[in-house]
């Protein structure tokens, strides 16, 4: 059968490889197995039950969840295929933005998972005239519970509606629209139509990895990144295509444990959980102790010497395997086939070092409005350091000013509602602007210098730019976060968020009295110069203009609860200069 937009995937699936576990979810310590007819009857049920709630092709529905689940992927399927567009949204933004999206949207209904996101939604319904009901997937006392809605679509005799709806339903019709979470600024509502997503899984196809010992029917994926991000939800579609089972992890905490029950082959990965699952790795091997850790350092001398990737060679790359990466592996169910990476640059030595280990990472690029990917590296073309080749249908341009422009059948439609921002979007010549900063080399592949927004002139009209700055400093074990700032200054600067548990552990070392705090902690002077040796190093390798000269220490951690990062682990620089606005004027000197 030809797949031409979403809720078509699902069919083919149960056609080519109809399974006892499509998805998988865990309730109550259980996994939850649901088939793939079981998991198409359900969405048939969605789609009858919400037509006899009086809802209408084009009508606009939210669907929130603290963690990926299976009743997500029945919504979606009963929305998609009955014309509602799906609005997902992130679950730790504030109520005020679920405000403003559930009003620009005129959302009708929402679903969310659980008391804590109803509790955020019902704060701000009465400013939402056109919310009719929300409805949860947890029990919750006093609410009205999703099965109402399938209870309401038990009765069959209506699916020929369903089935009229869905033959009228074009390839260009908007499917969904994903407001943004951005680093500045109100969401932005992006429209994707079915064919965007589905071309973009089309050309996604070939850059997954295929081994001949193992039968894509039996293959799994963990899935434990936000559905609602376009990355893992075209994933999540690309998954089902190929017949894979979907595992939805329980969260990022219980990702350990999960991996280790699921053992799975494919896994989405954010660079910041590369760097976290590295740091555990080499906290792990470094405070083993005695022969253990001489062994561990031994081996990862051997794999950071290397410059390409390739297999164990020799007597002693062989042994360091057996002894070493085979439990980094193993540390990752032992059956990973390759990891995807997105959403931000990942760090070349970072993905040489995975890589090496034998765990192989393919780095790509993209963004919500491109649904989601423009390049990915390949099995068979893969460079580190690099994104990999564009998809074979779309056609990247790179502009005078080094932006990175591209066109093709998986650029989305526009913003809803902003016809000027859509226009301000794209070049004379209908390209789309990316607003980051690259190259594509002699070979093909695409390289990310950096983010144009992102980049910034000094004082002395110096262009810097800074998130390549920032992986080069993240390599240091005392340095979780850093943001490097100088706009209009004289000289770049950096705001650090030292790694306080790594701290305290080389300050016991040491015989260092540095406190126990994160604000006790980033006030010692110790720990401060010892990171400024670190950023000395790091200054090594820059240009005068590019070289860091002061730094501060930030007194808290900073994560997506506290504000300072977006759901994907990116850097929301203008609020965090905002909220340490002291520390970044006692860099510069000015008054405060």
């Known amino acids: 059968m030809t797949i031409k937009r979403l809720f078509d995937i ?20 259980e996994w939850k197995k649901t088939s793939t007819q079981e998991f198409i009857n359900q969405g048939n049920k969605i789609s009858r039950g919400l037509l006899k709630l009086g809802i209408k092709p084009g009508d606009k529905i939210a669907l929130i969840t603290s963690n990926s689940r299976t009743e997500w992927a029945i919504m979606d399927l009963g929305l998609s295929q009955i014309g509602v567009v799906s609005v997902p949204v992130y679950p730790t933004i504030s109520s005020e933005d679920y405000e403003f999206i559930f009003n620009n949207a005129e959302i009708q209904y929402c679903f969310v998972s659980d008391k804590e996101l109803l509790d955020k939604v019902m704060k701000v319904k009465h400013n939402i005239p056109s919310l009719q009901g929300i409805f949860t997937f947890d029990n919750v006392s006093g609410a009205a519970n999703w099965k109402e809605i399938l209870d309401l679509g038990e009765d069959d005799s209506t699916q020929i509606e369903v089935e009229d709806l869905s033959k009228a339903i074009n390839t260009e019709d908007l499917a969904t629209i994903i407001y943004t979470s951005g680093t500045t600024g109100k969401p932005k509502g992006v429209m994707l139509s079915h064919n965007n997503i589905v071309s973009n899984v089309l050309g996604s196809m070939p850059r997954i990895p295929k081994v001949k010992s193992l039968d894509y029917k039996d293959s799994k994926a963990l899935s434990f990144l936000p559905i609602c991000h376009i990355f893992e939800r075209m994933l999540f579609y690309l998954y089902q295509y190929n017949g894979f089972s979907i595992y939805f992890a329980e969260s990022i905490d219980k990702m350990g444990e999960n991996i280790k029950e699921v053992k799975p082959h494919y896994m989405t990965v954010v660079p910041r959980l590369v760097e976290k699952v590295y740091d555990k790795i080499y906290n792990t091997g470094a405070s083993a102790g005695g022969l253990k850790s001489k062994i561990f350092f031994w081996a990862l001398n051997l794999i950071t ?67 989601p990917v423009i390049s990915v590296n390949s099995f068979e073309k893969m460079r580190v350091g690099t994104v990999g080749h564009p998809l074979d249908n779309l056609h990247v341009k790179i502009q005078e000013d080094g932006e990175i422009t591209v066109k093709g059948p998986s650029i989305f439609k526009g913003y809803f509602k902003n016809d000027e921002m859509t226009k301000e979007a794209f070049t004379e010549d209908g390209y789309f602007r990316t607003g980051d900063i690259g190259h594509i080399d002699s070979d093909g592949f695409l390289q990310i210098t950096d983010r144009k927004k992102e980049m910034f002139k000094t004082s002395g009209g110096k262009y810097v730019a800074p998130q390549t700055i920032e992986n080069l400093a993240k390599a240091s074990k005392f340095i979780e976060q850093i943001m490097v700032v100088g706009d209009g200054e004289k000289m770049p600067c950096a705001l650090v968020q030292p790694d306080f548990e ?40 820059l240009g005068n203009w590019e070289k860091i000269k002061k730094i501060e220490l930030t007194p808290e951690v900073w994560s997506i609860d506290s504000g300072l990062l977006t759901p994907t682990l990116k850097l929301k620089r203008k609020i965090i200069k905002e909220k340490f606005i002291n520390l970044y004027n006692k860099m510069y000197e000015h008054n405060q």
Do not use: C
């Open 10 to 29: 699902p069919h083919y699936a149960l056609e080519k490889y109809p399974k006892a576990d499509m998805f998988v979810t865990k309730y109550q310590g």
């Open 305 to 371: 010497k290397k410059t390409k990737v390739s297999k164990p060679s020799g007597l002693q790359e062989i042994l360091a395997d057996k002894l070493v990466f085979r439990k980094w592996r193993e540390g990752l169910g032992g059956e990973i086939i390759t990891l995807v990476s997105g959403s931000a640059a990942l760090s070349p030595r970072l993905n040489l070092i995975f890589q090496n280990a034998g765990i192989p990472i393919l780095e790509g690029y993209g963004l919500t409005e491109t649904s």
């Open 502 to 541: 790594f701290a305290k552990n080389w300050a016991a070392r040491n015989n260092l009295n540095i406190g126990s705090t994160p604000a006790e902690i980033a006030n010692s002077k110790e720990l401060k110069e010892r990171i400024e040796k670190e950023i000395n190093k790091i200054n090594e390798n």
